[in-house]
């Protein structure tokens, strides 16, 4: 028996085919997130073609992933220096 989860999600007007161990409600979370961003990205730049729409969404997560990831790391620094 397999432990992945299949599920077709919608993203800016395209349908997709999920498959992945995480849960269902996980990969609707996420795929809701990139929906989310990519309209509004689209609707403060009305001009952008789909694909200029998607390449700059990838762009804004990455930069929020690598800014979350920095304070995450600062803050296990001020943990550790507690602790030690």
Do not use: C, W
């Not at 795929?31 to 689209?42: C, E, F, P």
């Not at 620094?77 to 602790?83: D, H, P, S, T, V």
Request: aromatic residues 8%.
């Amino acid at each position: 028996m397999s432990d992945k989860n299949k599920i077709t999600i919608e993203i800016f007007g395209q349908h997709y085919t999920l498959k992945g161990t995480a849960s269902s409600n996980h990969m609707r979370l996420v795929a809701g997130y990139v929906d989310d961003k990519m309209n509004q990205l689209s609707e403060s730049n009305p001009r952008l073609d789909g694909r200029k729409v998607a390449v700059l969404t990838a762009v804004n997560i990455a930069d929020e992933y690598f800014r979350l990831k920095e304070e995450y790391d600062e803050l296990l620094k001020l943990i550790e220096k507690q602790e030690g």
